[in-house]
Nanobody
Framework: VQLQASGGGLVQPGGSLKLSCTAS????????MGWYRQAPGKQRELVAS???????DYADSVRGRFTISRDNAKNTVDLQMNSLKSEDTAVYYC??????????WGQGTLVTVSS
């Protein structure tokens, strides 16, 4: 499975940004897609995930501000980020997990929240 992410950039605090990720390859086996992030000096953490059936999970720090959505027909997963804070600054990685418990990662896209 190959993942291509896009949409990062610089945004002011309180602003919005949308990340998109497209999966290709053996996508038939993918059951969970999501986004992780890694800030400087910190461990990579789960931001949000969504199953094939549309069940979602969010980190407490982003719940209510971020929305993950998935289009199974197009093999895409989006992350709409609203009310961004400086602490949301990180490299965001698209992630996919398949039914064989293998994980796949996109190339990472930088999100910088700064005035």
């Amino acid at each position: 499975v190959q993942l291509q992410a896009s949409g990062g950039g610089l945004v002011q605090p309180g602003g919005s940004l949308k990340l998109s990720c497209t999966a290709s390859g053996s996508v038939f086996s993918v059951n969970i897609m999501g986004w992780y992030r890694q800030a400087p000096g910190k461990q990579r953490e789960l931001v949000a995930s969504v199953t094939t059936r549309g069940n979602t999970d969010y980190a407490d720090s982003v719940r209510g501000r971020f929305t993950i959505s998935r289009d199974n027909a197009k093999n895409t997963v989006d992350l709409q980020m609203n009310s961004l804070k400086s602490e949301d600054t990180a490299v965001y990685y698209c992630n996919a997990r398949n039914v064989f418990y293998s994980q796949f990662w996109g190339q990472g896209t930088l999100v910088t929240v700064s005035s």
